[in-house]
């Protein structure tokens, strides 16, 4: 693509042709630029301007259409220098004021409440990715007695992930054995990071409690709750929000785009690197590298669970999109969401 400076002419006659096709999903031609009476150029310029943007890689005329669509390269121009400083309305504002009240003291269900909202907010399919969870730590253990064959064993993080299963042990426990696993669990494994809990330190644990059919079970409960923390969990709301936008009413380019996004195997290639815009990062078609993003775009934002880690909440969608708008309500929500975050697992001590 040239790199050549563009003067201020073709960046408002780029500008105006993105806006066209944001709102229209039709190829804009030269006649109907020109028809803008606040531009003032005529239309043989408008005409020499559009093909000369075309030749930078700024436009491409589809085979179809004698009108031209933005390329990928003129969303990334548009994004970084035209699209002027995100802005709301009041009415945005208290919208998204009062749908951020969730009151829910469970992360992943909060994150996937979050993306359903946004979904809503924004008439988008939305992507709600969890932090890697191996840094969290565990509040509290209980063992409680059903039977003297069963019971069950409850573990709650300090980001409010609760972790219970039902265990049924080949021998009678009694009710002192129980209650003396608890206090060791309790005393020995909370209030240090998950990753750290490897069979040298459960070994002190199986000491200290002494031999209880109860101990195998336990060891077996936390492999699982290690491994299922340490793996990104992908929350996709408004999934068939997509099909209302012509670029997928293909349902097979649809359902492509739906199964790669959630993968969580995919999310580090959805996070190449571009400018920060309050917050919200984009990335356009192609700088999301190959597969079925290379056609789409995503708006994204990023909260913080303090200590753990970021997750990750975007808009997934064709590459025509309102970006001024979508980032500008993204930027308010992850704040709130952030904010909500903090009152909820780290404000009650």
């Keep these: ?19 066209d096709y944001i709102r229209t999903a039709e190829p804009v031609g030269s006649k109907a630029i020109a028809s803008r009476p606040e531009l003032g150029f005529s239309s043989a310029t ?70 359903k909202l946004i979904s809503n907010l924004t008439d988008y399919t939305t992507l709600a990715v969890t932090p890697v969870m191996q840094r969290v730590t565990i509040r509290k253990f209980q063992i409680i007695s059903v039977s003297p064959v069963d019971f069950v064993i409850v573990a709650v993080t300090d980001s409010g992930v609760v972790k219970n299963k039902m265990l ?33 330190r459960f070994d002190i644990v199986r000491r200290a409690a002494g031999v209880t059919a109860l101990l195998t079970l336990v060891a077996e409960f936390l492999n699982e709750f ?29 359902q492509e785009l739906l199964d790669f996004i959630s993968d969580e195997s995919n999310m580090p290639a959805l996070r190449a690197f571009t400018r920060d815009i309050d917050g919200v990062r984009i990335t356009i078609g192609p700088e999301n590298g190959k597969g079925p993003m290379q056609n ?9 669970i303090g200590s753990v880690g970021r997750g990750l909440i975007g808009i997934v969608g064709p590459t025509r999109m309102d970006y001024a708008k979508l980032s500008a309500r993204l930027a308010l929500f992850s704040k ?13 001590d």
């Design 46 to 115: 408008i005409r020499n301007e559009m093909s000369e943007l075309e030749e930078m890689g700024y436009l491409e005329k589809p085979h179809t259409s004698a009108g031209r669509i933005p390329s990928p390269a003129g969303y990334r121009l548009y994004v970084d220098e035209l699209m002027g400083q995100p802005n709301l309305t009041a009415a945005d504002v208290d919208r998204i004021n009062s749908v951020m009240k969730l009151k829910v003291k469970e992360l992943d269900r909060m994150v996937s409440e979050a993306g």
């Design 336 to 348: 709130g969401l952030n904010r909500l975050i903090a009152e909820t697992f780290f404000d009650e």
């Design 226 to 254: 290690i491994e299922e923390m340490s793996e990104q969990k992908v929350f996709l709301q408004g999934a068939s929000k997509l099909l209302a936008y012509p670029e997928y009413r293909d349902v097979h380019k649809a």
């Design 168 to 200: 049924r042990t080949a021998a009678p426990v009694t009710a002192d054995e129980a209650e003396l696993l608890t206090y060791v669990l309790n005393q020995t494994l909370t209030g240090i990071p998950i990753d750290a809990i490897t069979p040298e």
């Design 1 to 19: 693509m040239n790199t050549v400076e563009l003067s201020a002419r073709k960046k408002l006659i780029l500008k105006t042709i993105i806006g």
């Design 296 to 304: 789409a775009s995503m708006v994204y934002a990023t909260y913080n």
